[in-house]
C-alpha cells in the first residue's frame, strides 16, 4: 500500500502517466544490468540492452526522456 503511494507521489510530481513512470522504472533497470554487463565484459549482451534501452526511451515524451549516465567511480586515495 505505501509503496502504491508512493508509485503515484512520484506520477503525479511528474507530470506523467503510471505507464510512464513504469516505463522510467523499466529503464533505470535495464541501465543497471547494461553497467553490470559492461563491467562484466559482456559487451554483446550490453549492446543489446542499451537498444532495448534506446527503443524505450523513443516511446516516452521528450520532456520526461533522460540520458544514461554510468555511475561515478569511488576510488580510495593513499593517504601518504
Partial sequence: EAMRTAEEF????????????????VLSELEEEMAECARNLQFERAAVLRDQIRAT??????????????????????RY
Avoid at 510530481?13 to 516505463?23: P, R, S, V
Avoid at 516511446?59 to 555511475?71: A, D, F
Fill in 10 to 25: 512520484a506520477v503525479e510530481q511528474t507530470g506523467g502517466t503510471m505507464e510512464q513512470h513504469q516505463m522510467l522504472v
Fill in 57 to 78: 526511451r523513443e516511446q516516452l515524451p521528450q520532456s520526461m526522456q533522460v540520458r544514461y549516465q554510468p555511475p561515478k567511480r569511488v576510488t580510495r586515495r593513499s
